[in-house]
T-cell receptor, first 111, second 110 residues
């Protein structure tokens, strides 16, 4: 069974603060993805990566950066968090046009 | 407009009844996936089904590419089937970039 873990699972941040969400996968998948899920919008792609050292912008990248230091790890960085970034964030891994496996999610609240 | 339309938005069943969930695409399809999500939970992949029909227990997924639609059939529903069902299509070949529908919320009463 594919394994994707995320940390932290819950986070409360202050406006203007820096937030880093971490994702680890043990599937040796090349591709990793960050999504956010909001009522009324569903899941939307923020950033993705095709391998260590690469990051690509998804559909809603503004206000977010991503880092892929290794095959296993993919981070999402909010340099200056805003209340509009309050959401549930999901990381996923996969290989091209095949199944994606999702992590448990991180609930972020920006006050 | 939204590329992935799911219907119905919500559905209430009595245990034992069957359900048919629909997913329609406004763009060409490379591949698609069905997910299940418990309230407050993560997404569990049910089917990766770019075309044709696949079965898994009481679940059946059918994707018809030329009609730009996919369906998920749940037979003999159980209370544990309650949750949200999401479909997602892949944009661009071999990218893995998914566009999700807004989901169908299913409630199964005992």
């Amino acid at each position: 069974e594919a394994a994707v873990t995320q940390s932290p699972r819950n986070k409360v941040a202050v406006t203007g603060g820096k937030v880093t969400l971490s994702c680890n996968q043990t599937n040796n998948h090349n591709n990793m993805y960050w999504y956010r899920q909001d009522t009324g919008h569903g899941l939307r792609l923020i950033h993705y990566s095709y391998g260590a050292g690469s990051t690509e912008k998804g559909d809603i990248p503004d206000g977010y950066k991503a880092s892929r230091p290794s095959q296993e790890n993919f981070s999402l960085i909010l340099e200056l968090a805003t209340p509009s970034q309050t959401s549930v964030y999901f990381c996923a891994s996969g290989t091209g046009s095949y199944e994606q496996y999702f992590g448990p999610g991180t609930r972020l609240t920006v006050l | 407009g939204q590329q992935v339309q799911q219907s119905p938005a919500s559905l209430v069943l009595q245990e034992g009844e069957n359900a048919e969930l629909q997913c329609n695409f406004s763009t060409s399809l490379n591949s698609m996936q069905w997910f299940y999500q418990r309230p407050g939970g993560s997404l569990v992949s049910l089917f990766y089904n770019p075309s044709g029909t696949k079965h898994s227990g009481r679940l059946t997924s059918t994707t018809v590419i030329k009609e730009r639609r996919s369906s998920l059939h749940i037979s003999s529903s159980q209370t544990t089937d309650s949750g949200t069902y999401l479909c997602a299509l892949e944009r661009g070949a071999n990218t893995g970039k998914l566009t999700f529908g807004h989901g169908t919320i299913l409630r199964v009463h005992p």
